[in-house]
């Protein structure tokens, strides 16, 4: 691989790293959420979740600002190079799609908030273990699917998918 | 013009980003509430409480409509800021 593509894949893994970041603590905040709003929670509990929502959304905000500064700069880097016409994929969703991707790699933080945080009187500890290294496993190799799709698409500049229509309403 | 087309990239960026945080929202609370009713379900029908059982149904199903609706929206902003920046 050329040196200059070496160094935009090393970019948008960057972008790809932060992504996933920022699902993982999209996780958190929902399930604090959904805990104060639903569970009827003792006095206590309900003030260390509330302390814990706030803080993890501080540190949703301080990513959401990354992500947002790493795609700018990345839109910029690659408009500077011509178009290239790489062969037209046919993008089907649920399948191929940028938000396919995003929604597998949400799906498998979801999975492992689960194995971290839910699972302690469930499996034992060794389990809970082999099953978060597997989830880090998969969360990995999603993250460079979704650096490759990013490469293509900035390279391309295409993006083109079908719309899906829905079954049930 | 070019502003003009930065403005609205940018823009952009914020409403996917935006996106990203609604997306991993909706399937959290989708996965609790999916499985409270599966968990509820597994009891023998008279000591299941019908009340809740509604309740978890349409908290998850109202999640599955907003992981959808954030699903689209991602791959729309996504195209947007494409051909905006093919503009530029």
Known sequence: MEINKKLKLKELN????????LLYLGVEVSDYEN?????????????KYKLRKLKTLKEVSECKKI???LILINLKNFNKENQINSEKRLVIPNYNSFSTILDRLSIENVKLFHFQKNMKNL?????????IKLQRMIIIELKKILADFLMNILLSKNYEFIKEKRTFK | ????ILKEIKNDINLLVDNLSYLSKSNRLTGIWDNRRFQEAKKEINLVNLEYLYKTEKLSRKNVEARGLARTNLDNYLLKILKNLKKL
């Open chain 1, 14 to 21: 960057k972008i790809s790293n932060y992504i996933n970041k």
């Open chain 1, 35 to 47: 805990a104060i709003i639903h569970d009827n929670l003792t006095l206590n509990k309900l003030k």
């Open chain 1, 67 to 69: 992500v947002k500064k």
């Open chain 1, 123 to 131: 499996i034992s500890t060794e389990e809970i273990n082999k099953n």
């Open chain 2, 1 to 4: 013009m070019k502003k003009k």
